[in-house]
């Protein structure tokens, strides 16, 4: 996957870190703050900008890659690159929206419903929310159940007709449409479900946990649904 730098192994964490260097696709700067876009801002690309609290991407192998689904459910899963793309596969083009403000127009995603993947594990009664972790070994979101069984909301391995890009959170990735982008957690390791919302990372930060855009937050942007 070629060499990376990562700052975080360094023990530098996302939030406290004023400025560092990210050396890998040239150099970029690497700003901090306790906002949910402002993290690591990486270069702008397509209208996106690209956030990562560990200042780096991590590094994974396809071939080893698996993404966890556990807790309360009736089959624990530890799906591969290949049994994700066995499942059905959904395509959904929405906008994608920060809550800082920036908006990218008519992206298209595709890979799996998460409601696809519940339902091959089996949610257990009491079931009742989901915990998502990423291989970063930091970031972390919450849905509520019913918002995770929603027809919007995606496992995804493919943005624009193209494998997710590592910046963008390759192999995969969430995208839950009709909230903010930091509910879209990148590089996912697993789905955890749990009896009660725990909320994610920006969640502890004071974001709100239901992230609907226009409506959370203390804004008003349209909604992207
Ligand atoms: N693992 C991880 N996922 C993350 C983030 C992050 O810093 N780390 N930032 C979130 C925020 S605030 C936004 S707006 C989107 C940005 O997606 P992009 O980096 O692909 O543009 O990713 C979200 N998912
Ligand atoms: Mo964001």
């Known amino acids: 996957m070629g060499r990376r730098i990562v700052l975080g192994m360094l023990g530098l964490g996302a939030v406290g ?26 270069p702008a690309t397509g209208g996106f900008r690209i956030y990562t609290v560990t200042s780096g991407y991590p590094e994974y192998d396809p071939a080893t890659y698996r993404l966890a689904v556990n807790g ?26 920060c809550v800082t403000g920036w908006r990218v ?3 298209p995603w595709s890979g799996v419903l998460l409601r696809d993947v519940l339902t091959a594990a ?14 970063d070994g930091v970031y972390t979101e919450s849905l509520t159940m019913e918002q995770g069984m929603a027809p919007d909301v995606l496992v995804a391995t493919s943005m624009f007709g193209a494998p997710i890009q590592e910046k963008h959170g ?12 930091y509910k879209s957690l990148k590089w996912l390791s697993g789905i955890e479900v749990v009896r009660d919302v725990i909320p994610g990372y920006w969640e502890q930060l004071g974001y709100d946990v239901d992230a609907y855009v226009g409506t959370s937050n203390g804004r008003s942007d349209d909604p992207v649904v």
Do not use: C
Request: aromatic share 8%.
């Open 170 to 181: 390759a192999p995969v990735r969430l995208y839950v449409v009709p909230m903010y982008g």
């Open 122 to 135: 089996g949610v257990e009664p009491g079931g009742a929310a989901l915990h998502f972790t990423s291989f």
């Open 17 to 42: 870190v004023a400025a560092g260097r990210w050396l890998s696709d040239g150099v970029t700067e690497v700003v901090a703050s306790t906002a949910p876009g402002l993290a690591n801002v990486l």
């Open 105 to 107: 127009a008519n992206v």
């Open 72 to 97: 309360l459910v009736r089959d624990e899963l530890s799906l591969s690159l290949a049994d994700l793309a066995a499942l059905p596969q959904t395509g959904i083009t929405k906008d994608f929206q």
